[in-house]
Antibody
Framework: QVQLQESGPGLVKPSQTLSLTCTVAGGSISSAGYYWTWIRQHPGKGLEWIGHIYYTGSTYYNPSLKSLVSISVETSKTQFSLRLSSVTAADTAVYYC????????????WGQGTMVTVSS | SSELTQDPAVSVALGQTVRITCQGDSLRSYYASWYQQKPGQAPVLVIYGKNNRPSGIPDRFSGSSSGNTASLTITGAQAEHEADYYCHSRDISGNHVLFGGGTKLTVL
């Protein structure tokens, strides 16, 4: 059974780069038909899609974040990563990694989420 | 429009049936999927496709779609169904992801 686990710093200073990694356990990140996704949730707010990556390296990003976001995949390590640059307090959120099954158009597996606070 | 619109809050009497809706132009082309999120927890997929439930999701959860509106129905709502519910689909281009703003369900 595939499980996802986010890891990374819980505190980032303003103007720095937020870096998170999602480790895929129990399955292959190179399986066809799955997009590996980052989603965030500001405190008390709804879900915001950040972007996703296919195992080939093809990426799609939320247009509102595109200039600041980079998602990469390391198939050998069954990990994919998020980098969000020039963060501000507005980037304080719970960050989730999730697997999107393109065929059913649904996020079928989620990580538990990791809280990231942007503060000096 | 590249948005999915949900009512912010809905309430239902214990044991009654409740429908949560999601509206958006892209729903004319793509099915929605639905997620239940309880406080402090990650979202959980409850409905996808025309009306499909992942393993472990009870059949009191069902989905439907008509035109630009997708619906999640909970038949016989229980206290444990009190949660935030989010719809999701693709945008018109098919490449980007949309989430509805979420509906907070209260079971009275």
């Amino acid at each position: 059974q595939v499980q996802l686990q986010e890891s990374g710093p819980g505190l980032v200073k303003p103007s720095q780069t937020l870096s998170l990694t999602c480790t895929v356990a129990g399955g292959s990140i190179s399986s066809a038909g799955y997009y590996w996704t980052w989603i965030r949730q500001h405190p008390g707010k709804g879900l915001e899609w950040i972007g996703h990556i296919y195992y080939t390296g093809s990426t799609y990003y939320n247009p509102s974040l595109k200039s600041l976001v980079s998602i990469s995949v390391e198939t050998s390590k069954t990990q994919f990563s998020l980098r969000l640059s020039s963060v501000t307090a507005a980037d304080t959120a719970v960050y989730y990694c999730a697997r999107k099954d393109w065929g059913i158009n649904a996020f079928d597996i989620w990580g538990q989420g990791t809280m990231v606070t942007v503060s000096s | 429009s590249s948005e999915l619109t949900q009512d912010p809050a809905v309430s239902v009497a214990l044991g009654q049936t409740v429908r949560i809706t999601c509206q958006g132009d892209s729903l004319r082309s793509y099915y929605a999927s639905w997620y239940q999120q309880k406080p402090g927890q990650a979202p959980v997929l409850v409905i996808y496709g025309k009306n499909n439930r992942p393993s472990g999701i009870p059949d009191r959860f069902s989905g439907s779609s008509s035109g630009n509106t997708a619906s999640l129905t909970i038949t016989g709502a229980q206290a444990e169904h009190e949660a935030d519910y989010y719809c999701h689909s693709r945008d018109i281009s098919g490449n980007h992801v949309l989430f509805g703003g979420g509906t907070k369900l209260t079971v009275l």
